[in-house]
């Protein structure tokens, strides 16, 4: 679809207690997840943290995205779900936003 508008990259980094998780997205047209780390559990409450990852892979196929996700620290898997979550939100949030310039969408695609 027609990028015109957007910056395309994104990065968060987000701390909870002794959790932090990192993520970057690049809204490029094609679904890759790169999924680093560990979520120090199987269940959070009733959430089975497990799904986390298929969740993202879901999500990356379905927005055709790029989604790198490294999971830095963290024991408590309510915590280490919690920053996941959040950094690829602000991460896709500074993605989605608009751009000054077409040309602050880097890619030769269509051009060389």
Not at 42 to 51: I, M, N, P, R, Y
Not at 55 to 73: G, Y
Request: charged share 25%.
């Amino acid at each position: 679809g027609d990028k015109t508008g957007i910056k395309r990259f994104g990065e968060a980094t987000v701390p909870l207690d002794e959790a932090r998780s990192r993520v970057v997205v690049d809204l490029n047209g094609r679904p890759f997840l790169s999924f680093e780390g560990e979520l120090g559990g199987e269940k959070s409450g009733q959430f089975d943290v497990t799904l986390v990852e298929d969740f993202l892979r879901a999500f990356s196929t379905n927005a055709l995205a790029t989604v790198h996700v490294h999971i830095e620290a963290g024991s408590n898997p309510h915590h280490v779900a919690e920053t996941v979550f959040k950094a690829l939100a602000i991460a896709l949030d500074r993605a989605s936003s608009g751009a000054e310039r077409r040309s602050d969408i880097p890619s030769t695609k269509g051009s060389i």
